[in-house]
């Protein structure tokens, strides 16, 4: 099982530009984009919806020599490609340290190991996958910006399809994501029409970089308890 190794690195370059918010959101709250590199310490997982093999390319470029290729999930025998993101470009994230994972077969026994690329290169960003376990969404990397989007306690990854993974700023990312499902006051899970469901990009914590089930950490939305509180 991979763990989200919880570093602090900084994003570079920070911009501002006016994102859509969906949900329930600050008024006129603006989410900072970088638009440069940024240095990532996060283990993601090939997109689910990748459906053919990811090409790694030397550069972050379409046309730049093409080093190799990171495996899709294949039915219930195998599962996505791992791999360690330590960087990202617009459109484009640098990767290494990528490994298939060890699977069973029905007969209990490990399946063959597939060949994959192992070494440093660079994938589209909308390529990869990780989970988050929060349910808000942020202007900036950090809780006391501006709230961009909150999903009634739905964690994103239960509630939305991550999109792209556009940046890092040490335990955040930066997110592009479509709202497909919905917790409704009444406690009910539904899935959206396609004229509700709602394009979004916001700051996200609680990565989780477990492909195959919820990782065992306190939750980041809630706030912590002071230490000098009486019980």
């Known amino acids: 099982m991979k763990i989200f190794r919880q570093t602090l690195v900084a994003s570079l370059g920070m911009a501002f530009c006016v994102v859509p918010s969906p949900g329930r959101a600050t008024d006129d709250a603006t989410v900072s984009i970088p638009d440069g590199r940024s240095v990532c310490d996060l283990y993601a997982w090939v997109s689910f919806r990748s459906t053919e093999r990811v090409a790694v390319h030397v550069e972050p470029d379409e046309t730049s020599r093409t080093l190799g290729y990171l495996l899709v999930a294949d039915g219930d025998d195998y599962a996505s490609v791992e ?54 969404g942020y202007a900036k990397p950090s809780a006391d910006s501006p709230l961009i989007v909150d999903l009634n306690h739905g964690w994103l990854t239960d509630v939305a399809q991550i999109k792209d993974i556009r940046s890092c700023a040490g335990q955040w990312l930066l997110l592009d994501y479509k709202t497909t499902h919905e917790y409704r006051k009444d406690g009910s899970f ?22 195959y089930t919820t990782c065992d950490m306190r939750s980041v939305d809630v706030p912590p308890v002071p230490t000098n509180a009486t019980p």
Do not use: H
């Not at 360690?84 to 399946?111: F, H």
């Open 83 to 136: 791999f360690q993101v330590t960087a990202t470009s617009p459109g484009w994230l640098k990767i290494e340290n990528a490994e298939d994972p060890q699977m069973n077969g029905n007969d209990g026994e490990p399946l063959p190991v597939r060949a994959t690329y192992q070494g440093v290169g660079w994938i589209r960003s909308n390529a990869a996958q990780v989970a988050i376990q929060s349910s808000l």
């Open 190 to 211: 539904v899935k959206l029409d396609s004229a509700e469901q709602k394009d979004g990009t916001a700051w996200f914590r609680g990565i989780c970089s477990n492909q």
